[in-house]
């Protein structure tokens, strides 16, 4: 079946622009993640939904940073007043909330 | 507070013989563990977990070894392959299904 897919594959954009990044997750999988990942570096969490609600958001840096679950299936990343800093992989993974979490091919966000 | 350390950045190993990654973590409420696989521009792919009850299990090719009392766990691949030549991430979790904390990664090259 088909797996996790994530569009844009690539967004570049302007310091300070509004973007948000979209994960569709495994049919019937009810926990969504988001990470991200810089260069050389581990996959970090952001954030991850049970169903529709934020079971977990301690990873998100600050409050630019926002993410929806409306109906429990596909989730959007939401980044305000991007920085610089904001530059890299976002990486979305899905799972049945028990066992391995299943990651798309990720977004990579580069902000000039 | 790096609370999932993979130490090697790389590693290089013929092919045919044995490849050992490790990961070192720190948090005692670690309960479940993970290996993913990442090839670039892909996002990590599943290979292997182990719950904390147990101190090894075995996938065909892996094995992952766990030792609580050390707060180590190694992926072991055996015979290694070319195809096998990726970044490895150990990732840790309090409980199935909750987020991962990931290590550094290692660069595994297995040469024909």
């Known amino acids: 079946g088909a797996g996790v897919s994530q569009t844009p594959s690539n967004k570049v954009t302007e310091k300070g622009k509004y973007v948000e990044l979209r994960c569709d997750p495994i049919?019937?999988?009810?926990?969504l993640y988001w990470y991200r990942q810089s260069l050389g570096q581990g996959p970090e969490f952001l954030i991850y939904f049970q169903g529709t609600g934020a079971a977990d958001d301690s990873g998100l840096p600050n409050d630019r940073f926002f993410a929806v679950r409306p109906e429990g299936s596909v989730s959007t990343l939401k980044i305000q007043r991007t920085e610089r800093g904001d530059s890299a992989v976002y990486l979305c993974?899905?799972?049945?909330?028990?066992?391995?979490?299943?990651f798309g091919p990720g977004t990579r966000l580069t902000v000039l | 507070d790096q609370q999932v350390k993979q130490n090697s950045p790389s590693l290089s190993v013929q092919e045919g013989r044995i490849s050992i990654l490790n990961c070192d973590y720190t948090?005692?409420?670690?309960?479940?563990f993970l290996w993913y696989k990442k090839y670039p521009a892909e996002g990590p792919t599943f290979l292997i977990s182990i719950s904390s009850i147990k101190d090894k299990n075995e996938d065909g090719r892996f094995t992952v070894f766990l030792n609580k009392s050390a707060k180590h766990l190694s992926l072991h691949i055996v015979p290694s392959q070319p195809g096998d030549s990726a970044v490895y991430f150990c990732?840790?979790?309090?409980?199935?299904?909750?987020?991962?904390?990931f290590g550094q990664g290692t660069e595994l090259s297995v040469k024909p």
């Open positions: 993974a899905s799972g049945d909330g028990d066992n391995e979490q299943f």
């Open positions: 948090n005692s409420m670690f309960d479940y």
């Open positions: 049919s019937g999988h009810t926990a």
């Open positions: 990732a840790a979790s309090a409980f199935q299904g909750g987020k991962l904390i």
